[in-house]
């Protein structure tokens, strides 16, 4: 949903701008995997995917094109057989700052609801292969929602976040209520919706919105967001799969009903080869060689 900056918003669609990499080890690194305008993909790693917001002069508002790109992009990595795990950041200035104020500053009820206005950005949490946001600077509105909507969140120590929808007359609409409510509990959500303040990395870490903060350093927590992505992609595919699918249903289940669907699924798994395999080199004291079968 839209951020408190209205001024981020202001930006072109049509603008060309020149490309950006969250740090000179990654440009060095990275394989271009296609042509957007407001994202860059690419591979630091066979294994992984690397998606980056890339509309600076609008602090990588969320416009409709974008989250179209950023869609695409997703839907190629999920079926990139070589991929095992996808990294999303910003720049250093902005992970997101929000959603795109001049896009839907007009927009009336019929439309909204009509056409179902940021429906599209429920294909995120749709995708299968777990997904880490690498957070600095700004993460407000959309920006904080797009980091929640991930499976993993590694922040720098200058990452914002917040929902600051109220200032605009407006709640947050990309599941900001919902998801934190569920991660930080009721009363720290209702205070942080109905005043729009923000809050430190610190505090995401110490409610446990994120994994952790990383140390100081320009694109340090990219490194380490693929570092993570790499070592993710090196074990079974399958189980990777299975682990996320389980751990999104303890949101969603009664513990009885998710405590069933964790043992199928974990049973499920011996009908695996890297169960086997993964098995064998355990009591074989070597490292295991999976096939993702």
Sequence with gaps: MPSAFRTFSVISLRTQRPAIRPSILLRAMSTSTGQYENIIASKPDPTVTLITLNRPKALNALSSPLFHELNSALAAAEVDDEVGCIVLTGSEKAFAAGADITEMKDIKYHEAYGKDFLGHWAQLSKIRKPIIAAVSGFALGGGCELALMCDIILASPTAK???????????????????????????????????????????????????????EGEGEVVKEAVEMAKLISSRGKLAVQAGKEVVNAAFELPLGEGLRFERRLFQSLFATNDQKEGMAAFAEKRKPTFTHT
């Design 161 to 215: 976040f917040g929902q600051p929808e109220i200032n605009l007359g407006v709640i947050p609409g990309g599941g900001g209520s919902q998801r934190l409510a569920k991660t930080i509990g009721k009363s720290r959500t209702m205070e942080l919706t109905l005043t729009g303040r923000t809050f430190s990395a610190q505090e995401a870490e110490k409610w446990g919105m994120v994994s952790r903060v990383v140390g």
